[in-house]
């Protein structure tokens, strides 16, 4: 019989994308996946050390594990990932029940440690590589409507509240054949958007090529609907990439721009290497360029010295951008990272309060935006049913609008037509028009 595996994951897209990785592993070994965590023989949870949150769940999750390893001897028990990385001697001190540690380049030694683990209990393995990239291991996907196909790894920014430098290493990049090979594969196996990952995406560079020449030739790759890519950083923005975003219908109309802070000093204290008008500039340029882009964001409230003065001016970024969507953090002390040393942290209390008013704002602010497409007509591709009614589709927009609409004759996958009628919080409204087409 086969064995099984089971696999957690938590945090970022990337991480997503390492567990499909780990999964293709793991089956050229002749291993199954199952949904059960009882009758597994080896379960892996794939970690996260960028916020404090994500690790909280993980250390609860291990405690699950821990009696299910006391019920089953035999079970192999693996932790990966960033965690595995920065934790790992409290890991094999506090948690002797863990079997398997391994950071995120290490992945390619899973399949030899499972088959001698028994000879040899608490296996580590976090050495960081300046040149694992996986670039020749195919990723296990189930169907579905984008996969995930990661270009390069690592990042040298070095941002003080980032931990992903010393967790994932330093910048490399894939080669352009066997991303566009993923690519191929990937529209074969019937999936119809990629996402393009990187902890810095627009930092790629590989034998002359940087990112704006990788889009162009994944752009040509027969049959892809849509493409998307994740995180870019505002520095490594160059207009060329706007040109080629612009040039291409199959290269979605949105853009995942992190601000951060919108004060020149915590800017600085981030070491973001961009200031509040470079940023605000770069927003004009793009929306010149690309007139109907989505654009989303990234704010930490509450860094280190941040004053109430300096959140106004966050705020004050807010009111001039107006981003279609943002994720919002308070800031969160990463050991190790510089940020973490500074003496100035603001208080807990006054962090929330900060974060309650922003997403408040940011509300205000999609609602504006969703708003401007009430009354036209947008191409919806068709994702997965509404939550709220099993008579409805859910589907994003070009510009990464979610849009509710009634069935009708269209399918999972298919791009239809939408006429939007009204905008609800976060989502859009509409009727179909028209044909749908694949």
Same mark, same amino acid.
């Given at each position: 019989?086969?064995?099984?595996?089971?696999?957690?994951?938590?945090?970022?897209?990337?991480?997503?994308?390492?567990?499909?990785?780990?999964?293709?592993?793991?089956?050229?070994?002749?291993?199954?996946?199952?949904?059960?965590?009882?009758?597994?023989?080896?379960?892996?949870?794939?970690?996260?050390?960028?916020?404090?949150?994500?690790?909280?769940?993980?250390?609860?999750?291990?405690?699950?594990?821990?009696?299910?390893?006391?019920?089953?001897?035999?079970?192999?028990?693996?932790?990966?990932?960033?965690?595995?990385?920065?934790?790992?001697?409290?890991?094999?001190?506090?948690?002797?029940?863990?079997?398997?540690?391994?950071?995120?380049?290490?992945?390619?030694?899973?399949?030899?440690?499972?088959?001698?683990?028994?000879?040899?209990?608490?296996?580590?393995?976090?050495?960081?590589?300046?040149?694992?990239?996986?670039?020749?291991?195919?990723?296990?996907?189930?169907?579905?409507?984008?996969?995930?196909?990661?270009?390069?790894?690592?990042?040298?920014?070095?941002? =003080?509240?980032? #931990? /992903?430098? %010393?967790?994932?290493?330093?910048? *490399?990049?894939?080669?352009?054949?066997?991303? @566009?090979? +993923?690519?191929?594969?990937?529209?074969?196996?019937?999936?119809?958007?990629?996402?393009?990952?990187?902890?810095?995406?627009?930092?790629?560079?590989?034998?002359?090529?940087?990112?704006?020449?990788?889009?162009?030739?994944?752009?040509?790759?027969?049959?892809?609907?849509?493409?998307?890519?994740?995180?870019?950083?505002?520095?490594?923005?160059?207009?060329?990439?706007?040109?080629?975003?612009?040039?291409?219908?199959?290269?979605?109309?949105?853009?995942?721009?992190?601000?951060?802070?919108?004060?020149?000093?915590?800017?600085?204290?981030?070491?973001?290497?961009?200031?509040?008008?470079?940023?605000?500039?770069?927003?004009?340029?793009?929306?010149?360029?690309?007139?109907?882009?989505?654009?989303? =964001?990234?704010? #930490? /409230?509450? %860094?280190?010295?941040?004053?109430? *003065?300096?959140?106004?001016?966050?705020?004050? @970024?807010? +009111?001039?951008?107006?981003?279609?969507?943002?994720?919002?953090?308070?800031?969160?002390?990463?050991?190790?990272?510089?940020?973490?040393?500074?003496?100035?942290?603001?208080?807990?209390?006054?962090?929330?309060?900060?974060?309650?008013?922003?997403?408040?704002?940011?509300?205000?602010?999609?609602?504006?935006?969703?708003?401007?497409?009430?009354?036209?007509?947008?191409?919806?591709?068709?994702?997965?049913?509404?939550?709220?009614?099993?008579?409805?589709?859910?589907?994003?927009?070009?510009?990464?609008?979610?849009?509710?609409?009634?069935?009708?004759?269209?399918?999972?996958?298919?791009?239809?037509?939408?006429?939007?009628?009204?905008?609800?919080?976060?989502?859009?409204?509409?009727?179909?028009?028209?044909?749908?087409?694949?």
């Amino acid at each position: 019989m086969h064995k099984t595996y089971y696999i957690e994951t938590y945090g970022c897209q990337m991480n997503v994308a390492d567990s499909e990785l780990i999964a293709g592993l793991l089956q050229q070994e002749g291993y199954r996946e199952t949904g059960d965590i009882q009758a597994s023989d080896a379960i892996f949870v794939n970690t996260c050390s960028v916020r404090e949150h994500a690790e909280e769940r993980v250390h609860s999750r291990l405690g699950t594990f821990k009696s299910i390893k006391e019920n089953n001897p035999n079970v192999i028990i693996g932790v990966l990932g960033c965690m595995a990385q920065s934790l790992k001697h409290d890991l094999l001190e506090n948690k002797p029940y863990i079997d398997i540690v391994l950071g995120p380049d290490s992945y390619r030694r899973l399949p030899a440690l499972l088959n001698r683990q028994r000879k040899s209990a608490g296996i580590v393995d976090t050495h960081l590589s300046r040149f694992e990239v996986y670039d020749d291991l195919f990723p296990s996907r189930g169907e579905g409507i984008n996969a995930w196909v990661s270009i390069m790894r690592g990042c040298d920014k070095f941002c =003080t509240f980032c #931990i /992903v430098p %010393f967790t994932r290493g330093r910048e *490399r990049s894939r080669s352009v054949d066997s991303i @566009v090979a +993923e690519v191929r594969q990937v529209v074969a196996d019937g999936f119809v958007e990629v996402t393009l990952l990187g902890q810095n995406v627009n930092s790629y560079s590989h034998e002359g090529y940087g990112f704006a020449r990788l889009l162009t030739a994944v752009a040509a790759v027969p049959g892809l609907k849509r493409i998307r890519y994740t995180s870019p950083h505002p520095q490594d923005m160059t207009e060329d990439l706007l040109y080629v975003m612009a040039e291409h219908d199959n290269i979605c109309n949105s853009i995942h721009l992190p601000l951060q802070a919108g004060a020149d000093r915590i800017l600085k204290r981030m070491n973001r290497t961009y200031t509040r008008e470079h940023f605000m500039n770069l927003v004009d340029r793009i929306r010149t360029i690309l007139p109907a882009v989505g654009l989303t =964001t990234d704010i #930490i /409230v509450g %860094f280190p010295g941040e004053t109430d *003065r300096e959140f106004e001016q966050t705020l004050g @970024v807010m +009111e001039y951008v107006k981003f279609d969507s943002a994720f919002t953090f308070k800031y969160s002390p990463r050991k190790g990272t510089k940020a973490a040393e500074y003496q100035d942290q603001v208080h807990p209390q006054k962090s929330q309060d900060r974060l309650e008013q922003l997403i408040k704002l940011q509300k205000q602010h999609t609602l504006i935006r969703n708003r401007q497409v009430v009354g036209k007509v947008q191409t919806v591709l068709v994702e997965k049913e509404s939550k709220r009614s099993s008579a409805s589709w859910a589907g994003r927009t070009d510009s990464n609008k979610w849009v509710i609409f009634e069935k009708g004759a269209a399918r999972i996958k298919d791009f239809v037509s939408v006429e939007i009628r009204d905008a609800r919080g976060v989502s859009l409204h509409g009727n179909i028009i028209g044909e749908k087409r694949k």
